[in-house]
């Protein structure tokens, strides 16, 4: 198993952990309104969406292959006004097959995005040991919160 490579399951687990770990940071900053990306220098989505809707929107998601070729091709014809229920079902179904040779991106990042920006707590965040302060900016000119990478957010301390 090659942690930079994670297959679905393996990208499917770090969302989780990001989440839980999201929750984390929640419950010891209450006031913090934010929300979840993944994100690297060409682009971002939100962990939350429909797969086939975050990878049609940051196709840089997943590492190149054959698969993601198909992948990105069966997903530009997965347009539900174009296309009747039974191709929808043909094309979720070949979907699935290729699931299992994609690979994700392990360096992708997971990272906060502001509601408000409150700067004093963003400042505090930077610092704060439930986020990867190498991977955030420590400057008060960036606002940037980094939790982690898809490979290592699993693996983050959630308690010190």
């Not at 490579?5 to 990208?11: A, G, N």
């Not at 989440?19 to 220098?41: C, D, E, G, M």
């Not at 509601?115 to 963003?122: A, F, G, Q």
Request: hydrophobic share 35%; aromatic share 4%; proline share 4%.
């Amino acid at each position: 198993m090659n942690h930079h490579r994670p297959d679905l399951s393996q990208f499917q687990e770090a969302l989780a952990a990001a989440n839980r770990h999201f929750a984390n940071i929640r419950k010891k900053h209450p006031t913090l309104r934010a929300y979840l990306v993944l994100s690297s220098r060409s682009g971002q989505t939100k962990p939350d969406s429909e797969l086939a809707d975050s990878i049609r929107e940051f196709p840089s998601l997943l590492l190149d292959n054959t698969a993601k070729t198909k992948t990105l091709e069966l997903i530009k014809k997965l347009k539900p006004k174009e296309s009747t229920k039974p191709e929808q079902i043909q094309l979720k179904d070949e979907l699935k097959e290729l699931a299992g040779d994609i690979e994700f991106d392990g360096n992708i990042q997971v990272e906060l995005r502001f509601h408000d920006h409150d700067y004093d707590l963003i400042w505090q965040l930077q610092a704060d040991d439930l986020v990867d302060c190498e991977l955030t900016p420590q400057t008060r000119a960036s606002i940037r919160i980094v939790l982690g990478t898809i490979t290592d957010i699993g693996r983050i301390r959630l308690e010190r």
